[in-house]
C-alpha cells in the first residue's frame, strides 16, 4: 500500500529541484549578458567616462536676437526660482510706457463705463415707474369708458361726454404704448454701453500692452543656479544664449558607455563617479538607459585610446548632489557594479 506521506516528500524534493534549476538558468543567463574579460569570464563592474550635469541638462537661456541687454539681474552663482526676472531688454522702457498708457486707456473706459451704467439704470428706473403709472392711468381710463357706454346706452350722459372720455382713453395708450418703447430704449443702451464705451478694446489693448513688456523680461525657466552669464548690459545679443543655468540640488553624471558593455547595464545598479577634482568618490544609481548610440563626446585622457568610440549614454543620479554642485561638466570617471542587484531609486528631494 502506499503511503501519502511518502509521495508528498518526494512531491516537495521535486519542487525544490525544479527551483533550483530555474534560478540556475536565471543566473547563467544573466552571466551570460555581462561583457568579458580576456579569459572568457564574466566581468562584474564596467568603467566609463562621464560628465556631471544638473538636472536633467544645463538650460541655455536666450533672448530675442538683435535687442540689447538694459540691465542684469544676476550673477555668477546666484540660486533663482523658477519666473524671476533674470534680465531686461533696451525695449523694457518703452513697453513699460505703452503698458502704463493702455492701462490709463483701461481705468478711463471703466470710469465712462460705471458712469453710464449708471446713468441709463436711472433711466431704466424712471421709463419703469413711468410705465406702471400709465398702465394704472390706462386700466382707470377703460374702467370709466365702460362705465359712460353704459350710461350713454341709457342715455344718461350727453354724447359729447362720452367722445371726452373716448379720446382721454386713447391718450392714456398712446402715451403708455411710447413710454413702454422708451424703456425698451433705455434697457438695449444698458445693454450695449460695455461696446459704445470702448471698453472690450480698452481690455484688449492693455492684455497685448502687458504680453510686450512680458516679452522684455527674461525669467528663469526652472529654480536652480546661474552658472554663466554670456551677455551683460550694453551688449548686443547674438544668436548664442544670454547665460545658462541648471539646478545643481539634483546633480547627475552622464556616462558613456561602450555599446558591447551596455546590454549588462540595468536600472537601479550600483555607480561609483570618481575624478582628481573630488576629494573622495560619489556613489549614485543608475537612473536611465539611452536608446540611442552616440560617438563618444567625453575624450579620454590617454593618447592610445579610440576617439570615435561608439557608445550610449546611461544615466547616473547621485545620491549627494552637494558633493559635485560646483563642477558642472567635470569630466568623471564611473564604475557601474554589475553584480549588485538592481535598487529601487529615490525621487529627488525637492
Known sequence: MINPNRISRRAFALL????????????KREANTRPRDGSGKPVSVVTALGRVTPGRAAIDVAAEPGSRILKLEVSEGKKVKAGDALAYLDTYTLRMAERDGAKVAMEEAWERFETETAYTHAVVDQNREAVQLLQVAVEHARKEMA?????????????????EQKFLLQSRETELAKAKAELRSAEAALARIRSTVGLRSAEAHLKSAEAQLELTIIRAPIDGEILKVFTYPGERIANDPILKMGDTSDMHVIVEVHETDVAAVRVGQQATITS?????????????????????????????????????EV??????????SRFTHLEVSARIDLTTPPAKIKSAAR
Do not use: W
Request: contains cysteine; aromatic residues 4%.
Open 16 to 27: 525544490l529541484l525544479l527551483l533550483a534549476m530555474v534560478n540556475a538558468g536565471c543566473g
Open 147 to 163: 362705465r359712460f357706454e353704459s350710461l350713454l346706452a341709457s342715455k344718461t350722459v350727453e354724447p359729447q361726454r362720452f367722445d
Open 276 to 312: 582628481q577634482a573630488l576629494p573622495e568618490p560619489v556613489h549614485g544609481v543608475v537612473e536611465e538607459i539611452g536608446a540611442l548610440i552616440y560617438k563618444n563626446d567625453v575624450l579620454d585622457v590617454d593618447p592610445r585610446a579610440t576617439r570615435d568610440t561608439r557608445v550610449v
Open 315 to 324: 544615466r547616473i543620479k547621485l545620491d549627494k548632489s552637494e558633493a559635485v
